[in-house]
């Protein structure tokens, strides 16, 4: 539900290309480290107009995605 938002905000974080992005893919694969993941988080509450407590571990996009859907109820 999230995915195609988090995908574009990594691209553009990134540098990568928008469809490189997958939900099995992991932030550290992506190139993406502590400091970038709050950056990241930012950046996806801007995008989405939601706010994002990262209460638990994710790992991948995929993971991201699935809780702030839970989140979001």
């Given at each position: 539900m999230?995915?195609?938002a988090i995908a574009k905000v990594i691209a553009d974080r990134t540098g990568?290309?928008?469809s490189?992005?997958?939900p099995e893919s992991?932030?550290?694969e992506l190139?993406?480290?502590s400091?970038?993941?709050v950056e990241l988080l930012m950046n996806?509450?801007?995008e989405l107009n939601i706010e994002i407590e990262l209460d638990q571990p994710v790992a991948t996009v995929g993971d991201l995605d699935k809780f702030?859907?839970?989140k979001q109820g």
């Open positions: 999230y995915f195609e990568c290309d928008v490189a992005v997958k992991t932030f550290t190139g993406i480290d400091l970038d993941t996806l509450e801007d702030i859907q839970s």
